[in-house]
């Protein structure tokens, strides 16, 4: 499966971004999605991961109630809501597949990445 992560951009803080992720290939709904984020400078972490059939979700603690993850298997398309965005939101957002049903919180456990999309909020 082929992924393209898009919609990131400069937002003032408090502002709000939906970011895409497109996918091709091989078919979508047998893969678990996730979107992390990275820094440079350190390591790629959790934002959202949900399973393959959008069922089972989960959103790092630390952004539970401001982001959302959200899939169409039927476009074959995932999306991360980030609402009420703050300066430390700013980073490159990846989505990623991975070949299970079952998401996982570790980035390692996913196979398939997009390009990432730049976050950037300003204070």
């Known amino acids: 499966v082929q992924l393209q992560a898009s919609g990131g951009g400069l937002v003032q803080a408090g502002g709000s971004l939906r970011l895409l992720c497109a996918a091709s290939?091989?078919?979508?709904?047998?893969?678990?999605v996730g979107w992390f984020r990275q820094v440079p400078g350190k390591e790629r972490d959790v934002v959202a991961v949900?399973?393959?059939?959008?069922?089972?979700?989960y959103v790092t603690d630390s952004l539970k109630g401001r982001f959302a993850i959200s899939r169409d298997n039927d476009k074959s398309t995932a999306h991360l809501q980030m609402n009420s965005l703050r300066p430390e939101d700013t980073a490159v957002y990846y989505c990623?597949?991975?070949?299970?049903?079952?998401?996982?919180?570790?980035?390692?456990?996913?196979?398939?990445w997009g390009q990432g999309t730049q976050v950037t909020v300003s204070s």
């Open positions: 949900t399973s393959a059939g959008g069922s089972t979700s």
């Open positions: 990623a597949a991975r070949v299970s049903r079952m998401p996982h919180l570790d980035p390692r456990e996913y196979t398939y």
């Open positions: 290939g091989s078919a979508f709904s047998d893969y678990a």
